[in-house]
């Protein structure tokens, strides 16, 4: 018999791949048997299990016949075990609303971190023998290659969690003590949202509805990462969504399906990269592009030209405001006449955590919100609609200084502290 602990070290497919079984840990070395002893094998293995490896071989027939044996009787047990842990980690983190799940190991200890309303706090804690399985079982759930390791990994998978669908976005990466996992939640019936649940005054999304009913042109969403700008991009073709209209979209990843739109799945392995999927769109006689982010130059490029040439495009950027992203255009070596031509708009956006209604942010003994003092959140925004006089300000560098303030006196601009007054008066109308 072999304890779970040691087929924990080396899973079903591990042992599979490499023809072998472990027989014995002591202290840090571990004893397996084999029928291929070469520095690559070992290697591998030190690797995986993070042990030193001692190697004791044996005939092909004898070992297949010994894995067949082992890992049919004890490794289902384990793997089962392991999944029910992750099953309980998912439902407890759908209850709790959290965007996203950290599996941390450490020397002695996992540790299951839940990021909640943009703030991580502890969930659960086990012991490190969990790691490995649970890690295994991840892993399979989304796709991703179960020996490997050494390398950083993405992957994704859905699971049915309390009558609900989730997709969930998996990334690996080593550490010291092994390997991290991050799982991305995105729950379908939370995800899509019309621009009034988001957040949008009724004067803010005016604005927006005159930006993305051109039928040429670009509009930016910009922000830091996880202020919302995914959701908002969604809204706004769910909007555009029609028959008459012909929209493709390359994303990475593609967050959510819609039905009606081509969404292209970037996959960097093969060669379809951002660049090569949006030069690829433009032979199929798009009216609305959406490209997930704008990340190089080259990307950048394209996205402006499709834009001026009878293509409405929708993108992200990294940019802290509606401003910004004009300089950040010009930094990837878009003239300024180009951006001038093609620019209709920029929405720029963060998320801010709202006060408990119930207890107003006393926390203690709270059961609305677990004692935050704190639930849910709400975005704050920017939004630039550019008009002759904007576009004058852009291809002249000199007038960038007066953008904001000649977009505000037009009324081209809702700031920050527009968003602030909105939601000031919703937590007001909702306390009352």
Same mark, same amino acid.
């Given at each position: 018999?072999?304890?779970?602990?040691?087929?924990?070290?080396?899973?079903?497919?591990?042992?599979?791949?490499?023809?072998?079984?472990?027989?014995?840990?002591?202290?840090? +070395?571990? =004893?397996?048997? &084999?029928? *291929?002893?070469?520095?690559?094998?070992?290697?591998?293995? /030190?690797?995986?299990?993070? %042990?030193?490896?001692?190697?004791?071989?044996?005939?092909?027939?004898?070992?297949?016949?010994?894995?067949?044996?082992?890992?049919?009787?004890?490794?289902?047990?384990?793997?089962?075990?392991?999944?029910?842990?992750?099953?309980?980690?998912?439902?407890?983190?759908?209850?709790?609303?959290?965007?996203?799940?950290?599996?941390?190991?450490?020397?002695?200890?996992?540790?299951?971190?839940?990021?909640?309303?943009?703030?991580?706090?502890?969930?659960?804690?086990?012991?490190?023998?969990?790691?490995?399985?649970?890690?295994?079982?991840?892993?399979?759930?989304?796709?991703?290659?179960?020996?490997?390791?050494?390398?950083?990994?993405?992957?994704?998978?859905?699971?049915?969690?309390?009558?609900?669908?989730?997709?969930?976005?998996?990334?690996? +990466?080593? =550490?010291?003590? &092994?390997? *991290?996992?991050?799982?991305?939640?995105?729950?379908?019936? /939370?995800?899509?949202?019309? %621009?009034?649940?988001?957040?949008?005054?009724?004067?803010?999304?005016k604005i927006i509805n005159e930006m993305i009913s051109n039928k040429s042109g670009i509009v930016l969403i910009v922000g830091e990462t996880g202020c919302g700008k995914s959701t908002t991009m969604y809204s706004l073709l769910n909007d555009l969504n029609s028959i008459s209209r012909n929209i493709i979209t390359v994303e990475d990843p593609v967050e959510y399906k819609m039905e009606g739109i081509n969404q292209i799945q970037v996959n960097t392995k093969v060669g379809l990269t951002f660049e090569k999927g949006l030069?690829?769109?433009?032979?199929?006689?798009?009216?609305?592009?959406?490209?997930?982010?704008?990340?190089?130059?080259?990307?950048?490029?394209?996205?402006?030209?499709?834009?001026?040439?009878?293509?409405l495009v929708l993108s992200t950027l990294h940019t802290n405001d509606t401003v910004a992203s004009i300089t950040r255009l010009k930094d990837m070596g878009i003239d300024l006449y180009l951006i001038s031509a093609s620019l209709v708009g920029v929405i720029s956006q963060r998320l801010v955590r709202k006060v408990c209604p119930k207890c107003s942010g006393i926390k203690y003994d709270c059961d609305y919100c677990s004692g935050k003092g704190y639930l849910g959140r709400t975005i704050v925004y920017e939004i630039l609609q550019v008009d002759d006089e904007i576009r004058e300000c852009i291809r002249n560098l000199d007038r960038h200084k007066e953008i904001r303030e000649i977009a505000i006196e037009r009324g081209k601009m809702i700031t920050f502290e527009d968003g602030y007054i909105s939601i000031s008066q919703k937590t007001l109308a909702e306390n009352i």
């Open positions: 018999m072999i304890s779970n602990n040691l087929l924990s070290l080396i899973p079903e497919k591990v042992a599979r791949k490499y023809k072998v079984i472990p027989m014995e840990l002591n202290n840090d +070395i571990l =004893t397996v048997e &084999g029928i *291929k002893y070469d520095f690559h094998t070992i290697q591998d293995l /030190n690797i995986i299990t993070r %042990k030193k490896i001692k190697f004791k071989e044996c005939s092909k027939e004898q070992i297949i016949k010994e894995i067949e044996s082992i890992y049919g009787n004890n490794v289902e047990v384990n793997e089962d075990y392991a999944y029910r842990i992750f099953e309980d980690i998912l439902e407890k983190a759908v209850i709790e609303n959290a965007s996203d799940i950290h599996i941390e190991p450490f020397d002695n200890y996992l540790i299951i971190r839940f990021r909640v309303d943009g703030e991580l706090y502890e969930a659960f804690k086990y012991t490190m023998e969990l790691h490995t399985p649970l890690t295994a079982v991840i892993k399979l759930k989304s796709g991703i290659d179960i020996t490997e390791k050494r390398l950083p990994q993405d992957g994704r998978a859905e699971m049915n969690i309390r009558d609900r669908l989730i997709d969930i976005r998996t990334s690996t +990466i080593p =550490t010291t003590y &092994g390997e *991290k996992t991050v799982l991305r939640i995105l729950n379908r019936d /939370n995800f899509f949202k019309t %621009k009034e649940e988001i957040g949008f005054s009724n004067e803010a999304i030069r690829a769109i433009l032979r199929q006689d798009p009216d609305v592009i959406m490209i997930g982010e704008i990340r190089d130059s080259e990307t950048a490029k394209i996205a402006i030209r499709s834009s001026i040439t009878g293509h």
